[in-house]
């Protein structure tokens, strides 16, 4: 959930690729959040990874206004436990997707946080979205 953008979406697991890039909600269930489940779970220690589409052909998608999540807003995280791990947004970043920098977005900072992304950029029917909207969050309560 990231309530001050009204985003209240079912959570799937997901995996790598065979070119280890990670995998993305199927294109028919666009209001999917997918979890990197070779990572942490929400609320370790660790990066959770959270992907969403920002729109199909069809329309917008869960992560449609993503880039415009303010830093300081909650994203809460429904637990396997019943628990919600609920981060900060720290900040947003949009990265050229020629240049991403997997290490700042994809590393451990050694507490709980969490990365959200989604397409940004320009779009070309020919090679899809030029960059990724990335928001980037730490843990401030499980409840």
Do not use: M
Not at 6 to 33: K, Y
Not at 40 to 59: K, S
Request: hydrophobic letters at 35%; glycine letters at 14%.
């Amino acid at each position: 959930r990231i309530p001050s953008l009204g985003i209240d979406a079912p959570v799937i697991g997901l995996g790598l690729e065979g070119d280890r890039q990670l995998s993305t909600p199927p294109l028919d269930r666009p209001n999917e959040v997918g979890w990197y489940q070779g990572g942490p779970t929400p609320g370790e220690t660790g990066t959770a990874i959270a992907v969403g589409h920002r729109d199909t052909r069809t329309g917008a998608a869960v992560f449609a206004a993503l880039a415009h999540v303010e830093p300081g807003k909650p994203i809460e995280v429904g637990r396997a436990d019943g628990r919600t791990a609920v981060y900060s947004v720290d900040r947003v970043k949009v990265y050229d997707k020629a240049g991403f920098p997997d290490e700042e977005v994809y590393g451990s900072s050694g507490r709980p946080e969490l990365r959200v992304l989604t397409c940004g950029g320009l779009y070309s029917r020919r090679t899809g979205y030029t960059s990724n909207v990335v928001v980037f969050a730490h843990l401030t309560a499980t409840g």
